[in-house]
């Protein structure tokens, strides 16, 4: 399985260019913040930049257990 991750500032097209790489690779797309907000991995709400701050480890599990689900569905 393989996982390409955009990071980058805010605003940038970060979002654009992963779901077109996503499609031309024919590759999943997981929008990380959708998960998080869905799965409430955050650590705590940073005032001062108006975003909340993810807890790593969760993500990652998260985005782990999601990708394998993806892939396996994919193989099927």
Known sequence: MKIIAVTGTPGT???FLA???SLLLGYAYLNLNELA???H???HYDAKR???AVDPQ???SEAL???QKLA???SK
């Open 65 to 67: 257990k999601v990708s």
């Open 13 to 15: 097209g970060k979002t």
């Open 58 to 60: 969760k993500i990652a």
């Open 41 to 43: 991995l955050f650590r």
């Open 72 to 74: 396996l569905e994919g």
């Open 50 to 52: 108006r975003t909340y």
């Open 37 to 39: 907000k869905k799965r």
């Open 19 to 21: 779901q077109k790489l």
